[in-house]
């Protein structure tokens, strides 16, 4: 992909340029698309966005592991200067279930924990397609599972509230767990993919490779990240199946503007309407999937964002 091969869309914002610019820069038309390419890519590309960022936080930051039934699971947790005890976050980042990791939404992660003055705890689920579903699931739901059960020795109070956030495939696995898991308060959900089926106007509308999600991707992502003859109706993994949604806690839905998983976010906002459920649709106009680990190149998008989450937090009570 170059710059130069399409007509970019007007309703870019500058940031998503730099974000444009920046990505086809990385880019090397000579790597196949691998998992491992993959992941040094998405590395890069998070080192390079947010050079400037990394290593401001002012708080303490600790790296713990939580002992599964199945596997060592590091944790990174995120304590602020002048930390409120009455919240704990705990964070699952995106990527496909099959790149990303806690070093590449360090930035994003530290800044909520500061504007939130609350504790945040970034997950290291193992990734597919060496663990394919259900395994990263799982890993999702039993640490959050032991958080909850031990958020005292986390830093929180005891009557401390728990949340789960995530964006993309992090936000479809945070939704998953609340269907899971009980006792979590609330949710924060950035540009989740909530359906398999990709059957929204969105999907449709985005399909150029200007918006670096192409349906070659979805495609490969799906084939990676889960075995072959995987349910698409399998509710932990597509909500919308889900049919006791009253049962899940107050939602906080965050949108980018041009995602071909956009409209997924505006069907599940619906369906918790329906539902009874407590929640909030943020647009974030103008931006691509992928901006919320970049705040050094969208540092508008993401204070937005970060906006709309600290007032959802301070709702929760």
């Known amino acids: 992909v170059?710059?130069?091969?399409?007509?970019?869309?007007?309703?870019?914002?500058?940031?998503?340029?730099?974000?444009?610019?920046?990505?086809?820069?990385?880019?090397?038309?000579?790597?196949?698309?691998?998992?491992?390419?993959?992941?040094?890519?998405?590395?890069?590309?998070?080192?390079?966005?947010?050079?400037?960022?990394?290593?401001?936080?002012?708080?303490?930051?600790?790296?713990k592991h939580v002992m599964t039934n199945s596997a060592d699971i590091p944790i990174n947790v995120y304590t602020p200067t002048n930390v409120n005890k009455d919240k704990l976050v705990v964070y699952f980042h995106g990527g496909a279930w099959i790149y990303g990791s806690r070093r590449t939404h360090q930035t994003i992660v530290n800044l909520l924990a500061d504007a939130t003055k609350s504790i945040w705890i970034s997950v290291e689920y193992r990734l597919a397609p060496e663990y394919k579903y259900p395994i990263w699931y799982n890993d999702a739901c039993d640490v959050t599972q032991y958080i909850i059960e031990n958020?005292?020795?986390?830093?929180?109070?005891?009557?401390?509230?728990?949340?789960?956030?995530?964006?993309?495939?992090?936000?479809m696995i945070s939704t998953s767990v609340c269907q899971t898991v009980k006792d979590i308060d609330f949710q924060i959900l950035v540009y989740g993919w909530y359906d398999f089926t990709c059957a929204t106007p969105s999907f449709k509308e985005f399909t150029n490779q200007q918006y670096f999600v192409k349906p070659e991707l979805v495609d490969w992502t799906i084939k990676n990240a889960f075995n072959d003859g995987f349910n698409i109706n399998d509710s932990r993994i597509s909500v919308f199946r889900n049919t006791s949604l009253e049962k899940l806690p107050p939602t906080l839905l965050i949108v980018a503007e041009l995602d071909p998983i956009r409209d997924d976010s505006y069907t599940y906002k619906e369906l918790l309407d329906k539902a009874g459920v407590k929640n909030k649709l943020v647009l974030i106009k103008g931006v691509l999937h992928r901006f919320f680990p970049l705040p050094g190149v969208y540092p508008k998008a993401c204070a937005q964002a970060i906006d709309a989450i600290r007032e959802f937090m301070s709702s929760i009570s």
């Open 2 to 63: 170059t710059l130069d091969s399409f007509a970019m869309d007007p309703r870019f914002t500058d940031e998503a340029k730099v974000f444009a610019q920046l990505f086809t820069s990385l880019q090397s038309s000579s790597n196949a698309l691998t998992p491992e390419s993959l992941r040094t890519f998405f590395e890069d590309l998070c080192a390079k966005a947010n050079e400037k960022l990394i290593g401001t936080f002012n708080g303490n930051l600790q790296e």
């Open 151 to 171: 958020k005292e020795s986390f830093g929180v109070d005891r009557t401390a509230k728990v949340g789960v956030a995530g964006d993309s495939a992090g936000a």
